[in-house]
Structure formats: structure tokens, C-alpha cells
């Protein structure tokens, strides 16, 4: 594989480590938002701030795969 394409698919690991990541949050937070009782906002601001980290990751994997670079 060319050294190009080996930092690209790293890159694109990478970043699928870190959506996994913030899948789980988004999906722990939620859920303690359904149940808590205080803090409701605290819980639905952090679901909302890491749906756009979600968005930005997948972003950064097109963009990078698009240019063929990592």
C-alpha cells in the first residue's frame, strides 16, 4: 500500500474510534436524561454538543477520503 493510503486508512481508523466514542456519550447521556430528574438541561446540552462532535468527525473522514490524504 502507498504511504499515502496507509496515513489515510489510519486516519480513517482514528476517527472511527473517536465516533464510537462519541456515539456511547451521545447514547449515555441520553439516557441519563430520560431519567434524571435535575439537570435535565445539563444532560440534553452535552447530548446536543456531542451530535455536532458526530457530524464534524464524519465530516473530517469524507473530507479526508475525498482528498486522498490524511
Known amino acids: 500500500m502507498k504511504p499515502r493510503f496507509r496515513i489515510l486508512a489510519q486516519r480513517i481508523h482514528d476517527e472511527i474510534e473517536e465516533i464510537e466514542r462519541t456515539v456511547a456519550a451521545v447514547a449515555r447521556h441520553w439516557r441519563r436524561f430520560q431519567k434524571a430528574r435535575a439537570d435535565q438541561d445539563a444532560f440534553l446540552n452535552s447530548v446536543a454538543l456531542n451530535l455536532h ?18
Open 53 to 70: 462532535s458526530f457530524y464534524s468527525d464524519v465530516v473530517s473522514v469524507a473530507v479526508a477520503v475525498t482528498n486522498g490524504n490524511g
